[in-house]
């Protein structure tokens, strides 16, 4: 339809982000795309509500409507559209990209001025950036564009990256059409149109009222209790026995997961329908997946929902158990708690599927192989900080695949599955990675201190002999309780510099991070000894020989009577990454291959490997670039750390938002050397980077020979 969409002077500027917002909507989209694809022809995606207001206009004049309400929504699906268009031109698929071009332009004869061109009209802060992209030539050159660090562009940039991507297939032409039929036809929009005299504030306001929104586990009960066809008592039967659980305290706790949260018992509907279907399910369209579920499949609810019930009392039974601190664990509820500190609610489809009453005959003995290979390969990826984005879809994968296998055999299967993995977001690391890896990883910055603290409890329970059906100590770990300590302070220049030389200073304030330095200790005893000397009787030894009975602790006190140096931090790290390999080992000669090494090395530079390779030297001011914030500067420490007003920020991107104020900056970008210079940190890196290309060149060479 000709018309015009003009966003009000008075709303605010667009604000939607790569994180938040475009890679969820693209998610989505490919995820729909790629159902039809398999042919499931009739799914849609909802994508929200909006409420525009008719403007009166002269007879014949193109149609105009106020964007009350969902104007980030707007805005952003014309840049996505017009980013697909772009990749279709460039493509040849000019057919295609007519049909989005008339989402986007209105056409030449109902233009009467020149913002008449597009459908959507940004608020005047916006307009510049918007129009500059939107009439940019096929294919855009963003660095050419004149306000790069826009939002606009930056969305833009990322639409036309991840479509292109998505399209550099064999069969680019048939993604191509379903593309373009989804984008044009199964995206769903709620439009609220008000007249030109509503009182369009009122209805805004009310739209937006603090009210309770429905969760899915509310929309899942409504529907089953429809289609269920009981009398009223038997239904408030049914309801009593298999459903009024999930309205307590306890189903109705937000769980985080990601980015977003959701209630519990909505997190678990979504785990438990990726475990019966085995598709990758996404939390916002669990209702629709559920709904397709039930009528696709003329599921009977008189059976569902014993089912769920069944089901919903397992999981919570092992949520609840693995919650405890004190009490021994079994090989389940301790997968669930190290998971958990993981943050990875994606293996709980698994532990559904584990429990389920179809699987009751896989032995003992194949089930905790299953889990010791899962939790092995979470925690040596989560240790080398392996990339996590797409690991759901290898989970629901992998799941699939189990599905397939003899019952007698699941846990065998599971690790000549994960054996095999090769790709970024699905190798197994091996042993050598792993110990290259925290030998050196100033860990206590680097891992989040819940995964931390499970490491450490894990090493004490390994030395507890809690590893095995025979410990050989009284009781586990207390969980949860203690934090993790450094031996040599991390102020150590207040008691421990005697003797040491300027040159030992740099290597000391890199090891007082890693591994072989950290420890358990209660948090009252953490704060009596934390900054204190080694020795004396008010010392740190001492504290710790007379108020713990941690071995991984006693280790230390029994094994450094006198001192403790960079030697035995050095030694106790080796030690204590033997301990991780014999927790958590993978098969017997498993190897990551090296172009592995040479790929996420590549994909994974930070600031301190460009100082370790002397690209950066310590003490460097770097520059902001734009012109906004010109004379703010940051300054690069010894550990690559990044320095403002004496502020510590761990990557460029954090202190380029302390700069600006803004929740998502590209600080690589946004960093400069020099100041008014034109060689940024991006620079820098791909100078690191081309050092990689010989090793990649003599990986593939070897690989040819062999």
Request: charged content about 25%; overall charge negative; aromatic content about 8%.
């Amino acid at each position: 339809m000709p018309q015009r969409l003009l966003v009000p002077l008075f709303q605010r500027p667009y604000v939607w982000s790569e994180e938040a917002q475009w890679q969820p909507l693209w998610d989505d989209i490919r995820r729909l795309v790629e159902r039809r694809i398999d042919g499931d022809q009739n799914a849609t995606h909802f994508l929200g509500a909006v409420v525009l207001q008719q403007q009166a206009n002269h007879v014949g004049a193109l149609a105009v409507r106020t964007v009350i309400d969902g104007q980030q929504r707007l805005t952003t699906l014309q840049l996505l559209l017009d980013a697909v268009h772009g990749q279709f031109e460039n493509r040849g698929f000019d057919g295609l990209a007519r049909q989005i071009a008339d989402l986007v332009e209105n056409a030449e004869h109902f233009r009467e001025q020149p913002e008449d061109r597009y459908k959507v009209w940004p608020t005047n802060r916006d307009r510049g950036a918007f129009n500059e992209v939107m009439s940019a030539a096929n294919p855009v050159d963003y660095s050419a564009l004149g306000v790069t660090d826009s939002r606009m562009i930056k969305a833009h940039r990322y639409f036309s990256s991840v479509v292109g991507e998505w399209l550099d297939t064999d069969d680019a032409a048939h993604r191509a059409s379903h593309l373009a039929v989804v984008i044009t036809g199964q995206l769903q929009l709620v439009a609220i149109e008000l007249q030109y005299d509503e009182d369009a504030q009122e209805i805004f306001e009310t739209l937006n009222a603090r009210g309770t929104p429905l969760t899915p586990a509310d929309l899942i009960k409504n529907f089953v209790f429809q289609r269920l066809d009981a009398s009223p008592d038997a239904t408030e039967l049914a309801y009593r026995n298999n459903w009024a659980e999930f309205e307590t305290p306890f189903w109705e706790q937000d769980v985080q997961t990601g980015r977003v949260t959701y209630s519990r018992s909505s997190l678990f509907l979504n785990q438990w329908l990726i475990a019966t279907t085995f598709e990758n399910v996404a939390a916002r369209e669990v209702f629709s997946q559920f709904k397709r579920f039930v009528i696709e499949g003329d599921v009977q609810m008189t059976e569902l929902l014993p089912r769920i019930r069944e089901a919903a009392d397992k999981y919570g039974d092992m949520v609840r158990k693995a919650a405890d601190r004190t009490s021994p664990l079994s090989r389940l509820e301790l997968f669930v708690y190290r998971t958990g500190n993981l943050e990875s609610e994606i293996v709980k489809p698994l532990l559904i599927w584990l429990d389920a009453p179809a699987q009751v005959d896989v032995p003992v003995g194949q089930v905790h192989k299953t889990l010791d290979v899962v939790e092995s390969w979470l925690v040596r990826r989560a240790l080398v900080r392996a990339k996590s984005q797409g690991t759901n879809n290898l989970l629901v994968d992998f799941l699939g695949h189990l599905n397939e296998q003899p019952h007698a055999t699941i846990g065998d299967a599971a690790e000549e599955y994960f054996a095999r993995q090769t790709g970024p977001v699905s190798f197994w690391p091996d042993d050598a990675e792993v110990r290259r890896e925290l030998s050196s990883l100033q860990i206590y910055r680097r891992l989040r201190r819940g995964r931390l603290r499970m490491i450490l409890e894990a090493a004490e329970d390994h030395a507890r002999g809690w590893t095995g059906t025979n410990p050989k100590h009284e009781q586990p770990v207390i969980r949860e309780v203690c934090t993790v300590e450094h031996v040599m302070p991390q102020d150590w220049r207040k008691h421990w510099s005697n003797g040491v030389s300027p040159e030992q200073e740099t290597e000391r304030d890199r090891l007082v991070q890693t591994l072989g330095n950290l420890t358990l200790i209660t948090q009252s005893l953490n704060s009596q000894v934390s900054n204190g000397p080694w020795l004396g009787d008010k010392g740190k030894r001492a504290g710790l020989n007379a108020n713990t009975s941690l071995l991984i602790t006693r280790a230390i006190v029994d094994g450094s009577p006198e001192s403790w140096t960079e030697v035995d931090i050095q030694r106790r790290t080796e030690a204590l990454i033997s301990s991780i390999l014999e927790i958590w080992p993978v098969p017997n000669g498993h190897v990551t291959a090296s172009a592995q090494h040479v790929e996420r090395a590549r994909s994974r530079v930070e600031v301190a490997d460009l100082v370790r390779a002397g690209l950066v030297p310590v003490g460097t001011t770097l520059h902001a670039r734009p012109a906004s914030h010109a004379g703010k500067t940051c300054m690069v420490s010894d550990d690559g750390r990044l320095f403002i007003d004496d502020v510590p920020y761990m990557t460029l991107s954090g202190a380029a938002r302390a700069v600006t104020g803004s929740q998502s900056e590209a600080g690589w970008w946004f960093w400069l050397t020099q100041a008014n210079g034109d060689r940024s940190m991006v620079d820098v890196r791909r100078e690191y980077l081309e050092g990689f290309e010989d090793v990649t060149d003599s990986v593939v060479e070897e690989e040819e020979e062999d």
